[in-house]
């Protein structure tokens, strides 16, 4: 049972391009979640998503970050207009989710990572 | 945003020994994740707690869920050297919702 993707794993983008960073969840899961990572520091939210439905979007920035999982297909996070700040390791997890907390439905799985550099 | 208070920041010891390191919060939090993570590598889930005062092993790995449901400890016993990594906690405070991640342990075992 194949674990959740994430590619490209390394991404290196120049100010001012796009970076699109894709993640398909585990199989049997419909919850994907983003999380940002900067050097020696824990692991930061950024957004949840269900198939078509942005969920809590409130760890993302407003301007330039936007996020998508669509009925077929992976989800995407996608960064325009890309700054040396936004150079970071993104993490996707994903969870089945079952609605009673007290369940490892709700236990959230991690891929690899996607570490973007920005020149 | 709020972050978990995750202690030791680092730390340094010989392979055999146990170690323990923990998280506080000044909030509740209804479910408790340990990870860790490898160089490189997104985090590994490790032990999952779900109920105040749950006492749960996994291999050499024992974690509790603190009863005021605002900490959680790990402990690792005999050491050994492929426990070398990164130890998150991460607190979920409702399903489906973001997890609340720790600083990390840095572990370093010296054969």
């Known amino acids: 049972n194949a674990g959740v993707m994430q590619n490209p794993r390394h991404l290196v983008r120049r100010r001012g391009q796009e970076a699109r960073l894709r993640c398909s969840p585990m199989k049997g899961h419909s919850h994907v979640y983003w999380y940002r990572q900067l050097p020696e520091e824990g692991l930061k939210f950024m957004v949840y998503l269900q198939k078509e439905n942005i969920i809590d979007e409130s760890g993302m920035p407003k301007e330039r970050f936007s996020a998508e999982f669509p009925k077929e297909g992976p989800s995407i996070l996608r960064i325009q207009q890309v700054v040396r700040g936004d150079s970071a390791a993104y993490f996707c997890?994903?969870?089945?989710?079952?609605?009673?907390?007290?369940?490892?439905?709700?236990?959230?799985?991690f891929g690899p990572g996607t570490r973007l550099t920005v020149l | 945003g709020q972050q978990l208070n995750q202690s030791p920041q680092s730390m340094f010891i010989q392979e055999g020994e146990d170690v323990s390191m923990n998280c506080t919060s000044s909030s509740i939090f209804n479910t408790w994740l340990w990870y860790k993570q490898d160089p490189g590598e997104g985090p590994v889930l490790l032990i999952a707690l779900y109920k105040a005062g749950e006492l749960t092993s996994n291999g050499r790995l024992t974690a509790q869920f603190g009863i005021t449901r605002k900490d959680s400890f790990l402990n690792i016993s005999a050491s050994i050297p492929s426990d070398v990594g990164i130890y998150f906690c991460?607190?979920?405070?409702?399903?489906?919702?973001?997890?609340?991640f720790g600083e990390g342990t840095q572990l370093t075992v010296n054969p």
């Open positions: 997890a994903s969870s089945r989710l079952a609605g009673d907390l007290a369940h490892s439905y709700n236990e959230q799985f």
């Open positions: 991460a607190g979920l405070k409702t399903s489906g919702s973001r997890l609340t």
